[in-house]
C-alpha cells in the first residue's frame, strides 16, 4: 500500500497531514499540543463530531485520520464507510478505549490502518502516524490477540513467524532482539539504556545493528518491519 503526497516543494512531501475527530476537547488539545513539536507531522484539521469530521475530510483532503469511535452523533466505523469511497488515499486510524471483537473485525475489513488503544506512548503515536503515511499497518497489541483467535490465517503465529525471520534475515542476537522489542515499543535510545542497565552508546550500537540486519533505513521501519513480521 502506498501513500502519495501532493504538496509543491520538497519539504511539504515530507510533512504528514494529520486530522483529529474525538467528541472530546481536551484530549484534541493533547494530541495537538504533541504534534506541536513534531519534524514531519502538522495537524491541520480537528473535528467533535461525525458529521464535522466527515466534512473537514472531504474538504482538507488529510492524509491520516486519528479517530474515535464514539463521537456522539455517529460512530467512527460510519465515518469511514461515509467518505472512505471519496477519499480512498486517506488512511483512517482508530483511537480508542474500547476493545470490542465485533467493532474490530469489521474495521479491519473496512481497511483501516490501524487500531490503537488510548494509552499508547506519546511519542511511539508520532512514529505510528508516520508509518502508517507510508503505508504501515499499526495495530495494538491486545488488538492482535483478538485478531489471532478470530482470523487464525490472518496473522502468523509468534513461534513461525520468528522462525521465519530467522530464516530470511541475518540473525538476530538475544541482546539485539530485546532492543527490537523496546525499539517496537517507542523507546529512545537512552530510555533502552536505562532500561537494559547499559550505555546510551551501547544501545545506539544495538539499534544501528539491527537497522542493518533488517535491510531498513531507520529504527521505524524496523519497528515497522518487526510488527509485521510478528516478533513482538
Keep these: 500500500m502506498e501513500n502519495t503526497i501532493n504538496e509543491t516543494n520538497t519539504n511539504a512531501k515530507a510533512t504528514v497531514r494529520l486530522m483529529l475527530v474525538d ?6 488539545c493533547g494530541i495537538k499540543s504533541l504534534f506541536e513539536n513534531s519534524k514531519g507531522v502538522v495537524v491541520v484539521a480537528e473535528a467533535s463530531s461525525g458529521k464535522e469530521g466527515i466534512a473537514k475530510i472531504l474538504a482538507q483532503n488529510p492524509d491520516v485520520v486519528l479517530l474515535d469511535l464514539e463521537l456522539g452523533d455517529i460512530n467512527g466505523l460510519d465515518l469511514i464507510e461515509k467518505v472512505a469511497s471519496q ?3 486517506v ?6 478505549s ?24 506519546s511519542e511511539f503515536l508520532d512514529m505510528i502516524v508516520k508509518s502508517v503515511s507510508s503505508g504501515a499497518m499499526w495495530i495494538d497489541k491486545k488488538v492482535v490477540q483478538i485478531l489471532r483467535e478470530l482470523n487464525p490465517n490472518v496473522i502468523p503465529n509468534m513461534q513461525v513467524s520468528r522462525m521465519n525471520f530467522k530464516s530470511t534475515h541475518a540473525n538476530l542476537t ?9 525499539v517496537v515499543d517507542g523507546k529512545s535510545n537512552q530510555q533502552i539504556a ?4 547499559i550505555s546510551e552508546h551501547t544501545s545506539k550500537a544495538h539499534v544501528c545493528n539491527i537497522i542493518q540486519k533488517l535491510v531498513v533505513d531507520d529504527r521505524t521501519q524496523a519497528a515497522v518491519k518487526a510488527i509485521r513480521e510478528g516478533i513482538v
Design 91 to 96: 488512511k483512517f486510524v482508530i483511537l480508542t
Design 194 to 197: 536505562n532500561e537494559l542497565n
Design 98 to 121: 474500547h476493545i470490542n471483537e465485533h467493532v474490530i473485525n469489521k474495521a479491519m475489513k473496512m481497511g483501516i490502518y490501524g487500531y490503537i488503544l488510548k494509552d499508547i506512548n
Design 87 to 89: 477519499k480512498p488515499n
Design 174 to 182: 538475544a541482546r539485539e532482539y530485546e532492543v527490537l522489542k523496546l
Design 23 to 28: 467528541d472530546h476537547k481536551l484530549f484534541r
